[in-house]
């Protein structure tokens, strides 16, 4: 995974808990390289679980929980970020759709080597949509505060409901529902 996950993981834990207690959880961590991460690096996934389990029982929030605030975290460095993502698109589902013929093909010219997950969506009525998120790495609870929080960025209240699917454990279905 590319260092800026991680880099961005560690700025929300220093919002949220503080710079010490995130030193003093990073050093309990058992982490290969000790918690020093840089945005252009690339690290395993396995870390990223790790910090954020350790993160999990320095507050007592779930991983779940934690993983979908991060979400939140970075689509917010990504508005900031790349602006361009975001100002011609009318909605959330504009966004979602975007994300696999135009956001990931962007990463992959910059990053050739970063293995993205794979996103496909249909919209099944005027106000719902079908995203599977397919990737190898447990990150579906991130996926999910993505999703919430493009919801939240295009001020849309909407639902959203997430289905792992048992036959392959790298794909969760989310149906997205829009309140009229």
């Given at each position: ?5 991680f ?7 220093e919002?949220?808990f503080?710079?010490n207690?995130v030193?003093?959880?990073l050093?309990?961590a058992d ?10 690096g ?6 990223l679980v ?9 507050s007592?929030?779930?991983?779940v ?13 990504f ?7 975001f ?19 962007e990463?992959?010219?910059l ?5 993205l997950?794979t996103?496909?969506?249909e919209?099944?009525?005027?106000n ?9 790495r447990?990150?579906?609870a991130?996926c ?7 919801l939240?960025?295009f ?6 409901t ?14 997205i529902t829009?309140q009229?």
């Amino acid at each position: 995974m590319k260092g800026t996950i991680f880099v961005e993981l560690i700025k929300m834990a220093e919002n949220a808990f503080g710079e010490n207690a995130v030193d003093r959880v990073l050093d309990k961590a058992d982490l290969e390289n000790d918690g020093a991460y840089t945005t252009v690096g690339n690290y395993p996934c396995s870390e990223l679980v790790k910090i954020v389990v350790a993160f999990s029982e320095h507050s007592g929030i779930d991983p779940v929980t934690l993983q979908k605030m991060f979400g939140h975290w970075m689509l917010a460095h990504f508005v900031a970020h790349y602006p361009q993502f975001f100002s011609d698109k009318a909605d959330a589902f504009s966004l979602l759709e975007s994300i696999e013929g135009e956001i990931h093909v962007e990463v992959r010219k910059l990053y050739p080597e970063a293995e993205l997950p794979t996103f496909s969506t249909e919209r099944t009525a005027p106000n719902q949509m079908m995203m599977v998120y397919e990737s190898p790495r447990p990150l579906a609870a991130f996926c999910h505060g993505m999703i919430e929080a493009a919801l939240a960025h295009f001020d849309e209240d909407g639902g959203i409901t997430s289905q792992e699917n048992p036959a392959e454990p790298t794909i969760t279905n989310f149906e997205i529902t829009l309140q009229s």
